[in-house]
């Protein structure tokens, strides 16, 4: 089945600076979701990107499916920033199910 | 607007209970799903469905079994629980992927299930 592989694992920074979050698949995909999973464990949509590039707010994130990665960045970061950020990626098979990426470990101090 | 929401958020059970945990989504959506997340890990497909009435295994299903007799539910159980089962649990659902370019298929999670099994 398809592979989804995260980088860093882990990552600490000091508020207000950027940083760069890698997803690497092993196949192409009809869709890729970026998650935060927040102190308290409840998932937060981030991006649904399986191409392109998108921005909200701090947040981008970019998707080169030819290519099979895709890119979180973070910038100006704020301790609320903290947490597990996940990529997952649709299995074989369709119906969207997710195969998720074992994810970054932020850590943002002040 | 609620999204999707969880029924309990917490449990504790003993070995050999059984549970059903609740899964109901207002968005209309014909795909659902539950996961299980383990400690340091991501999340991993346990069953889902595509549509009312109907439901598939996942990566994880043993241990497990689900039912959607209405489109808006989906219901998780645990017959005999097991320590192996302790684990946080959350529910998704999304859009059906037919004619997808023209659709976007993110899914939606609820707010998870923290069970333990002692």
């Known amino acids: 089945g398809i592979q989804v592989e995260q980088s860093p694992p882990d990552l600490i920074l000091q508020e207000g600076a950027n940083s760069t979050l890698r997803c690497n698949f092993s196949?192409?995909?009809?869709?890729l979701q970026w998650f935060h999973q927040n102190p308290w464990g409840q998932l937060i949509n981030l991006f649904y990107i399986p191409s392109g590039t998108k921005q909200n707010g701090r947040l981008s994130a970019t998707t080169v499916a030819t290519e099979r990665y895709s890119l979180l960045y973070i910038s100006s970061s704020q301790t609320t920033d903290s947490g597990v950020y996940f990529c997952a990626v649709e299995g074989a098979g369709g119906y969207n199910k997710l195969i998720f990426g074992a994810g970054t470990r932020l850590a943002v101090h002040p | 607007n609620a999204g999707v929401t969880q029924t309990p958020k917490f449990r504790v059970l003993k070995t050999g209970q059984s549970m059903t945990l609740l899964c109901a989504q207002d968005?209309?959506?014909?795909?659902m799903y539950w996961y299980r997340q383990d400690p340091g890990m991501g999340l991993r497909l346990i069953h889902y469905s595509v549509g009312e009435g109907t439901t598939a295994k996942g990566e994880v299903p043993d241990g497990y079994n689900v039912s959607r007799l209405k489109k808006q539910n989906f219901l998780l159980g645990l017959e005999s629980a097991a320590p192996s089962q302790t684990s946080v649990y959350f529910c998704?659902?999304?859009?059906?992927?037919?004619?997808?370019?023209?659709?976007?298929?993110?899914?939606?999670f609820g707010q998870g299930t923290r069970l333990t099994v002692v």
């Open positions: 968005m209309n959506h014909e795909y």
């Open positions: 998704a659902s999304s859009f059906p992927d037919t004619g997808r370019q023209f659709m976007n298929t993110e899914a939606f």
């Open positions: 196949d192409s995909v009809n869709n």
